[in-house]
């Protein structure tokens, strides 16, 4: 069977082909290498697009493009599929399946579901609560229905229904109750990212996972805490929107509201402004002055720079008051998770916010974590809690839950 899954962001479209063969586990034990891999950058620079295509076999493309909409970029992104260098299949009849992320399924859907016009409605419907990425995982289902027909099965995986599980005394904000009723709520994302390296996580350690208690930090650009028992997420940072919970990359996280308040009393203040304010110039960039990324952030450290040491102590002690109130919400500990680009690549916050822990017997292994290993426990032997970098994969996870639908005969 072959998947096709696509990753739409705001600005970019991230695809990959999976070929699944026989019998594959319906959990993701071995992730399995995409045997095409392309990625679309609307940011390239005005009116067009950087296109880049990779194969397992090591054939890669890159080229520029001009676009006049998501559907024809693509359209010409699955070209490369059947024609050209790139080619891993003979023509677009192989592709069985379609995998969508889709950042919002709101109340509405708590696990992946097959798309149908009803789904396509409830998913603009719900662009209201993310009009960000809601608007995009839509143009991509269309443009797949342009491509490759109306008639090819396609399945929305929903960031949020991991989370669907959330207890009320979690998912519900202390504000007046009709907010509750107008769908203002915790609902929480990143969802596909942390049940994949929940499973991965109880891989990993040999045992089951219903059997252990786990926070995954999803620490990239836009960062999240899920706290997770018996399989399930039963408190989560993320909220109404992502940008409730830790401090990001230029996202603030959570902030007093009375702070906005304020800000919209000095007469200059719109919502697109402090929109700005709070998703694009805020987090380590705004903090710093330096970056949003990490990277620079140590770099700049290194050269003296106070602000980017500030921003990332802030950065750092948030992590850890947001850890804390996940183990209060679990009531213990078996498995600590960091993933995504920074949980995965830097040492330095690992170390800092594990440190803050040792008090429950944790313990790092402090050259472990140096080589910062993909898929490893990096605590130390005698450590109370195991400590795991796992590599996250989305879109093996979209993949994985295409052919689970496709198993029980709902595509």
């Not at 028992?229 to 603030?252: A, C, E």
Request: aromatic share 6%; proline share 5%; glycine share 10%.
């Amino acid at each position: 069977m072959k998947i096709l899954v696509l990753n739409a962001g705001s600005s970019s479209q991230k695809s990959c082909l999976y070929e699944l063969k026989g019998d594959e586990p319906t959990q993701p034990l071995e992730p399995v290498e995409p045997v095409w891999e392309a990625q679309i950058d609307w940011t390239h620079h005005q009116g067009a697009a950087e296109l880049k295509v990779k194969t397992s076999q090591g054939k890669q493309l890159e080229q520029e493009l001009s676009l006049e909409s998501r559907a024809a970029g693509v359209s010409q992104m699955l070209q490369t599929l059947w024609h050209g260098e790139t080619q891993v299949i003979a023509d677009q009849a192989e592709i069985d399946l379609v995998g969508h992320r889709v950042v919002h399924g709101g109340q509405d859907y708590q696990q992946s579901t097959l798309i149908t016009p009803e789904v396509k409605a409830t998913i603009d419907r719900l662009s209201v609560f993310a009009p960000v990425h809601n608007p995009a995982n839509l143009e991509g289902i269309e443009a797949i229905e342009q491509v490759l027909g109306p008639e090819i099965p396609q399945v929305a995986v929903f960031d949020t229904a991991f989370h669907s599980n959330l207890p009320p005394a979690a998912f519900v904000y202390p504000g007046p109750y009709e907010w509750l009723e107008q769908g203002i709520r915790r609902y929480g994302f990143h969802g596909i990212s942390h049940q994949y390296c929940a499973q991965r996580a109880a891989q990993i350690v040999g045992r089951e996972l219903e059997d252990l208690r786990l926070v995954t930090c999803h620490l990239g650009n836009g960062c999240s805490l899920a706290a997770i028992r018996d399989g399930k997420s039963i408190d989560t940072t993320m909220g109404f929107t992502p940008l409730d919970g830790l401090m990001m990359g230029s996202r603030s996280g959570s902030v007093d509201p009375g702070i906005l308040i304020h800000l919209l009393r000095q007469g200059d203040y719109t919502p697109d402004k402090l929109d700005h304010l709070l998703n694009r110039a805020s987090g380590l960039q705004g903090v710093s002055g330096v970056s949003s990324d990490m990277r620079q952030i140590q770099q700049a450290i290194a050269e003296g720079n106070g602000r980017a040491q500030l921003a990332f102590d802030v950065y750092v002690h948030r992590l850890r008051a947001y850890l804390g109130a996940m183990l209060a919400s679990l009531g213990g500990l078996d498995t600590l998770v960091f993933t995504a680009g920074v949980g995965e690549n830097s040492a330095p916050v690992r170390a800092a916010v594990c440190e803050a822990f040792a008090f429950l017997g944790l313990k790092l292994d402090a050259e472990k974590n140096a080589q910062s290993p993909a898929d490893q426990d990096i605590a130390t032997p005698d450590s109370s809690v195991r400590v795991l970098i796992v590599h996250t994969q989305e879109d093996w996870a979209i993949a994985q839950e295409c052919w689970r639908l496709a198993k029980q005969g709902l595509t």
